[in-house]
């Protein structure tokens, strides 16, 4: 009996060879995928059976990137009643449930990074004036003025994703007072929004940590917002997906078929002399 040795090679090697740096390629072109390329990759063979194989990506965000989501409302989103267990949420006075969420500020200037910390990047003069502002002297004129500037950065308008379509279970009375703080923007500001509370960077902190491997220290800037079950921001826009693995599967279709037939062919030939030189 044939153990088809030529297709499980084929199968185990240049097949998902193939497979894995396809994907990774397709995935690197999108800054939003970040270490997900080239950290979470799996590959198992045999897979089931000693005739599959498989390349699986074990990112904790693969599933989003792959297939996107509808916008959200965040607190809305939440297990507070998890959250209390865990100790991650905690209770105001008057009785309403509320997370601390944190902001990482990156410096600018990082070069191959994913769109989450770039998005999370400081401009530069906001850098320059965090560092005068959190490193200076507070009765200092500089420090002061740069302080201010900090807190002014960023200050603006936030779209209202209550008020559009295909946002499921998005409580009414949040959706309506969007909807009125939206319009009341529009008269006043000339687009549709609602104010932030407070601007990007006020409240920014510093702290040193150290690189464990280098050794190294640097600083980290972090600010720090207050998320309560009823609050009327924190809505997630719509995210389409990547569909990287479906984009994979459509590449290496025709290749793979190729490898296996190649590789079927040379099972086929040795399987026939097998045979001849048993008849023989």
């Given at each position: 009996m044939h153990d088809f040795v030529h297709v499980k090679g084929a199968i185990a090697g240049p097949c998902l060879d193939l497979v894995e740096a396809t994907w990774m390629t397709l995935a690197a072109e999108h800054r939003a995928s970040g270490d997900y390329a080239t950290r979470f990759m799996r590959r198992e063979y045999p897979y089931g059976n000693d005739l599959t194989g498989a390349v699986m990506n074990d990112a904790p965000h693969a599933q989003v990137l792959e297939d996107g989501h509808g916008g959200f409302h965040m607190p809305s989103a939440v297990d507070w009643g998890a959250a209390l267990a865990r100790g991650t949420a905690k209770v105001t006075k008057d009785g309403?449930?509320?997370?601390?969420?944190?902001?990482?500020?990156?410096?600018?200037?990082?070069?191959?990074?994913?769109?989450?910390?770039?998005?999370?990047?400081?401009?530069?003069?906001?850098?320059?004036?965090?560092?005068?502002?959190?490193?200076?002297?507070?009765?200092?004129?500089?420090?002061?003025?740069?302080?201010?500037r900090l807190r002014e950065a960023n200050r603006g308008l936030s779209r209202p994703y209550a008020t559009m379509a295909g946002n499921p279970g998005t409580p009414p009375r949040t959706s309506a007072l969007l909807a009125r703080l939206a319009q009341a923007s529009l008269k006043r500001e000339g687009q549709p929004g609602y104010t932030w509370r407070a601007g990007k960077y006020e409240g920014m902190t510093r702290r040193e940590q150290t690189n464990p491997t280098t050794g190294r220290s640097s600083g980290v800037f972090m600010t720090f917002r207050v998320m309560t079950e009823d609050s009327l921001g924190w809505f997630m826009p719509p995210q389409p997906g990547y569909h990287f693995a479906e984009k994979t599967v459509a590449a290496v279709k025709e290749q793979l078929v190729a490898i296996v037939g190649a590789a079927a062919r040379q099972d086929m030939v040795e399987l026939v002399r097998t045979r001849i030189g048993r008849a023989a």
């Open positions: 309403r449930r509320y997370l601390i969420v944190p902001f990482r500020h990156y410096t600018p200037g990082s070069e191959g990074v994913g769109s989450g910390r770039a998005r999370a990047m400081m401009p530069t003069p906001v850098y320059r004036d965090a560092m005068t502002a959190l490193r200076g002297d507070m009765t200092r004129p500089a420090a002061r003025d740069a302080a201010q």
